[in-house]
Nanobody, 122 residues
Framework: QVQLVESGGGLVQAGGSLRLSCAAS????????MGWFRQAPGKEREFVAA????????YYADSVKGRFTISRDNAKNMVYLQMNSLKPEDTAIYYC???????????????WGQGTQVTVSS
């Protein structure tokens, strides 16, 4: 069982930055690939970014490439999402996810966090 708790969301103006954090409560944390999804009002949950178990590979949705950076600290059981140059269309609830298979589809995710709200004003 892996419990994930996100933090760091909030209200920011367009062009600003936020750093999301995800704390995982499991000694097996380091074997999971970790990722972030988001869900805007009236839209389906979508993939944002993922990182392999050792941080060696990173994946991003086209919409956030060059603006968002995912990282992890296995010693602290933490995953981060640095979000720069934020746009109003980035407004959504952001969810931390753990996926043993590193497939990162909605169906393949093993554990979800409760989500943290990010609102970008224009």
């Amino acid at each position: 069982q892996v419990q994930l708790v996100e933090s760091g969301g909030g209200l920011v103006q367009a062009g600003g930055s936020l750093r999301l954090s995800c704390a995982a409560s499991a000694r097996t944390f380091s074997i999971y690939s970790m990722g972030w999804f988001r869900q805007a009002p009236g839209k389906e949950r979508e993939f944002v970014a993922a990182i392999s178990w050792n941080g060696g590979r990173k994946y991003y949705a086209d919409s956030v490439k060059g603006r968002f950076t995912i990282s992890r600290d296995n010693a602290k059981n933490m995953v981060y999402l640095q979000m720069n140059s934020l746009k109003p269309e980035d407004t959504a609830i952001y969810y931390c996810a753990a996926d043993l298979e590193q497939t990162f589809t909605i169906a393949s995710v093993d554990y979800w966090g409760q989500g943290t709200q990010v609102t970008v004003s224009s």
